[in-house]
């Protein structure tokens, strides 16, 4: 899932915008969530150091904040979440030269003023953000991407630990970092989606990422991954775990 951030000093904009982005995700079933929606840019920082997911930002551009203003905050998201999203909403039209001045990528541009305007572009930002995931699962895979009744999700790739074949008739599960999620498929033609070298199917119900790998039980014929959970090894995946790491 897909985490949103808001930075906006002004508490009845910051309100506005993250009800706006909200009904949004709820109305068009999105794969994504409010993250953290504050006037503090230190809040924002802290809470994605360390996460490797790329996420979206909308960011008020004159922040009253002693070490931040809205272009450097974007341009420290740029340092922690090179291919996130970044929208600045402000009062000033004027400065939108500035991006360039400091490199930043931004997204949009987004001047405060008729709120159905301001969302009206929130709506088109988002709308674009989905197109591009959808385009960058079908070219190089940096989310895998599912359906489950009329809910798209996109998963990190590097998120997923592996998928097996469910109880349940014709379903998969997929198990991720941070969620567990049940939809139709068939496991060989996820293998031949995303099968390689960093997929494999080390066993009939399972197919692993081995970038998750956390320990390997031959004696034992399982695997273990980083989530600690517990996968079944064949003689074939035997095979096939010892040639990737010849």
Known sequence: MISV??????????????TTIANYITINNLDMQIGLATSKPTEIVNEIAGNHASSIYFLDVDLNDDTYTGFTLAKKIRELDPRGFIIFITSHE??????FRHRIEAMDYIVKGNLDTIKERIAVCLESIQERLSNENDSYNPYYQIKILDRIYHIPIKEIM???TSASKHKIILHAEHETLEFFGKLSEIEETIGGTQFLRIHRSFLINTDNIQTIYLADNKVEMKNNAFCLLSRKGKKLLKELSL
């Open 5 to 18: 951030y808001i930075c906006e000093d002004e508490p009845k904009m910051c309100s506005f915008i993250e």
């Open 94 to 99: 004027e400065l939108s030269f500035e991006t």
């Open 162 to 164: 592996f998928f097996e």
